[in-house]
């Protein structure tokens, strides 16, 4: 049996300890913002917060986050977070936008620890996250659009 | 398909009352769905017509004919609709129409279908026509509600007022007494200098959705007790079943049947790890009698030898032969390779299965052939169409792969459903591995380009053979194997183009802009060689040649201009260029290139002119040439689905077919030529410019020609 908390409740597991915490989101949880892109943390599309630090949720066996705090792109909340979905909005960043609950994760854990990130930092925390639409271009801009709204 | 008439039917405006909503469902509210009441609102929609509803809260809802994968038709249709209706945007919601062909076809097709850039180019008038109705059935409705002349009542913003009486009122008001108004005959539509937002950066309606979590694609549509199912694939092409064995998947928690099924064998379980991991445990033995057990290398080296045989002419002008023949005539050759490409959306290949309990079905996919995937379902199924619905959802994109004439995908998919024979719901979903060794690749091709320059050098003949599978299956001249190139703008007296249709074991397929992904790529490259050898400049001695094509020549000048080509670029960098017609659109793009660390491009900036026509919404364009110019360099530098020795797939995930990141994205900017043509497509065009723009600053820079893809390894071997 594996506890933990998810967007801030707490919550319990008891299948197969090596099911992916990906699947037990979507599939147990019923969370289904946060995506299957290719299972093995390649591209991002998975991405959560454990305990404040963006994972790829499908390599992340439910065993290894006991006692962890989950947060997914439905309980993603506070300053960062508000910025970076306001600036993903007025920039229209998605295309397809099955990326993109990952792509903001990562984005709001940059803005987290580096409050104004240059473009090698964007580099460094979002080459991670593939897009197949490459909105990259746009993802960048809403990163340092954001970064500039909060505090000026 | 300028020349296609586009004009709209009377029956295509027939109200669609008891039309099924076919929407994006959050999860929890499927059973909702299921009886046609959309998610996140109970209220009723009233059809005024096949492609507008009204609701009692004043929201004007399209229904989209195509496919909302990424590409902009929810918010570009809704426009269309906005302006002919004088709505708010604030007002418009869109979603998926049903799977029709007759009501919802593609106006260039003649079937419901979305590809070929055509979405906005076919719906142009029929869509406008359907807001047009609608506003005047409103106008009508409201004329006999207030006892007041139709024409002293106008609408702006959403509101419908009489200045006379002082009357006002939003739509929603008089969406019943609208839908039993005569349709007009013949609604007037606006001339393009009343356009109130056509041309205006309106904000996508999809965006808000996508930013949340709460966009619903077809992996996220889990009814209760769903069953999930994964099929073990053989990986050579062509391969079958001969044997298999189940004891280990069985004995997987979770895991509930395993099943033999045409295209390998299924594993089903109540949950997605469980379905995959019992897959992993399958043995399975595979007959390889009828499979391609040729490698890419010999599959190319069959292609080069087709050089020197007769091949099918798509184009013959002049003389090509006395061309080369002329005394002192300059031959320059070239042969170029191009890779099996995976178009590996973010989304792979899935569909939902849901049986009602009157017996009906309900089908949720991300379909771009919608009625098609349903026809092929229903057979597979053995029940009649009028049984199954097909439930377009918003997909995690497709870039061609979701659109296979006899949708092959939907008959595993169907097939995996009927061989469990359960009445449980059923997602059939495919992992990354079964997308990137799949098939239904953009196929190998082979270019053979010979160019003759005369003594006084001038370009005085072109000969192109192209090899590879026709992707519509043809025996004779396949136009998607030789587009781009048949239709060479440049003004060369002497010119032949000739294809060879190749059968192979793997199943081909279009693949963003489909064949200039190729042809695009071989004519900029060998125009620019060319241009080179006889001392002219890429841009100067395009134009030249160019004359007579204003809308080419339009988009070179804007691109060249807006990159001040000409000017001094930073040491170690180089700049190339390429034009582009594809779909009827025209885009120009110059690069700007330095050599990476790993001896590979470094791409820092594109500028990019488009010339679409008319212009609807400028942020969409621009994101498609965005994403168009990503998705192309991608392949361009990092991208082959290879068939090593034996046959078998090389290539399996992200790992080993790399998609750009963002560290690799240039800086992107975006020029829309002005223009009072007919709009057409936006979302391929971007594409065929970025890989024989960046050759070409390639050769510029390093000396070498770019003669196989991905560039990546040219640099590595």
């Known amino acids: ?152 | 398909m300028a020349n296609q008439d586009f004009g709209i039917t009377r029956r295509s405006f027939i109200a669609g009352s008891g039309l099924l909503i076919a929407i994006a469902l959050a999860p929890r509210a499927l059973k909702a769905a299921q009886t046609g009441v959309p998610a996140g609102g109970g209220q009723e929609l009233v059809p005024i017509n096949t492609f507008v509803k009204i609701g009692a809260d004043d929201t004007v809802t399209i229904l989209s004919k195509h496919l909302e994968m990424g590409q902009g038709p929810f918010t570009g249709l809704a426009t269309l609709v906005a302006e002919e209706m004088d709505a708010d945007w604030s007002q418009m919601r869109a979603v998926h129409a049903p799977a029709d062909n007759d009501l919802y076809a593609n106006l260039a097709y003649g079937i419901q279908g979305t590809g070929g850039s055509t979405s906005i180019a076919n719906s142009y008038d029929q869509i406008r026509s359907a807001g047009a109705t609608a506003r005047a059935m409103l106008i009508a409705a409201a004329a006999e509600e207030w006892q007041v002349p139709a024409s002293e009542i106008t609408i702006e913003k959403g509101r419908i007022r009489h200045s006379a009486t002082g009357r006002e009122s939003g739509f929603g008001a008089f969406a019943d007494k609208a839908a039993r108004q005569t349709p007009p005959a013949e609604p007037r539509l606006k001339r393009p200098e009343e356009f109130v937002l056509i041309g205006t950066d309106l904000p996508k309606l999809d965006t808000r959705s996508k930013i949340d979590g709460t966009a619903v694609f077809t992996i996220d549509v889990m009814p209760d007790k769903t069953l999930v199912a994964v099929v073990a694939h053989p990986d050579h092409f062509g391969a079958t079943v001969k044997s298999f064995d189940d004891g280990e998947a069985r004995k997987v928690q979770g895991v509930v049947d395993v099943r033999q099924v045409p295209s390998g064998v299924a594993v089903y379980a109540d949950d997605t790890f469980a379905a995959i991991k019992g897959r992993d445990l399958l043995h399975v033995e595979w007959d390889l009698s009828k499979a391609e057990t040729r490698s890419s290398e010999e599959i190319a080296a069959d292609y080069v030898r087709r050089f020197s045989e007769a091949g099918i002419v798509a184009t013959d002008e002049g003389n090509v032969d006395e061309a080369f023949d002329m005394a002192g005539v300059q031959t320059v050759e070239a042969e170029i390779i191009f890779p099996f490409l995976a178009h590996a959306p973010m989304e792979p290949l899935d569909a939902v299965f849901v049986k009602a309990s009157d017996g009906s079905l309900d089908i949720y996919t991300g379909a771009q052939f919608p009625a098609m995937d349903r026809e092929v379902a229903a057979e597979v199924l053995g029940m009649q169409q009028s049984q199954v619905r097909l439930n377009t959802q918003l997909t995690g994109g497709a870039f061609g792969r979701k659109a296979q004439f006899g949708s092959p995908y939907m008959q595993e998919a169907a097939s995996v459903y009927a061989a469990i024979g359960s009445q449980r719901p059923l997602k059939h979903m495919w992992t990354r591995e079964d997308d990137i060794r799949g098939g239904y690749y953009r196929p190998m091709y082979a270019h053979k380009m010979r160019g003759a320059i005369n003594r006084n050098g001038e370009i005085t003949g072109w000969d192109q053979v192209i090899v590879g599978q026709s992707i519509m299956g043809k025996v004779d001249l396949d136009d998607t194997s030789v587009e781009g190139a048949s239709n060479l703008p440049y003004a060369i007296p002497n010119i032949k183009v000739t294809s060879h249709n190749v059968e192979l074991a793997v199943p081909p397929l279009w693949w963003r802009s489909v064949g200039h992904t190729h042809t695009g790529f071989a004519v900029e490259t060998f125009v620019d060689e060319l241009l080179s050898k006889v001392g002219r400049d890429p841009v100067e001695g395009r134009l030249a040649l160019l004359a007579g094509k204003p809308r080419h020549t339009g988009v070179l000048r804007r691109a060249a201009e807006m990159a001040d080509w000409g000017a001094t670029v930073p040491e170690g960098r180089a700049r190339g260029i390429a034009v582009v017609e594809s779909f009827h659109t025209f885009v120009a793009q110059v690069v700007e290139v330095s050599v990476d660390p790993e001896g590979i491009p470094r791409v820092h900036k594109v500028w990019c002119a488009v010339d679409c026509g008319l212009a609807i919404n400028p942020n969409v364009i621009k994101a498609q040439m965005e994403g168009g110019i990503g998705y192309g360099l991608g392949a361009v530098l990092f991208d082959a689905v290879t068939l090593g020795t034996g046959g078998k797939v090389v290539q399996s995930n992200f790992h080993d077919y790399r998609s750009i990141r963002i560290n690799e994205m240039p800086e992107v900017v975006v020029e829309i030529i002005k223009s009072s043509q007919r709009p057409t497509g936006v979302g391929e065009p971007g594409l065929p410019p970025i890989g024989p723009a960046v050759a070409n600053a390639w050769r510029s820079l390093t000396g070498t020609p770019v003669r196989q893809l991905p560039i990546v390894n040219i640099v590595a071997t």
């Open chain 1, 1 to 152: 049996m594996v506890t933990f908390v998810l967007n801030g409740q707490e919550r319990t597991f008891d299948g197969d300890p090596d099911t992916p915490l990906l699947w037990v989101i979507r599939d147990f949880e019923k969370l289904t913002g946060t995506k299957y892109g290719c299972g093995i943390a390649q591209c991002g599309a998975c991405t959560v917060h454990l305990d404040g630090i963006p994972h790829r949720s499908c390599v992340t066996p439910v065993s290894m986050i006991d006692g962890s705090d989950v947060v997914t792109i439905e309980g993603v909340t506070g300053l960062e977070a508000e910025a970076i979905k306001a600036a993903w909005a007025a920039i229209d960043v998605p295309q397809c936008g099955y990326c993109q609950s990952g792509q903001i994760m990562s984005a709001v854990a940059l803005l987290q620890m580096v409050s104004k990130p240059t473009d090698d930092d964007i580099d460094s925390a979002m080459t991670g996250n593939i897009c197949r639409c490459a909105t990259y271009h746009r993802i960048r801009a809403a990163i340092h659009a954001a970064a500039n709204s909060i505090g000026g």
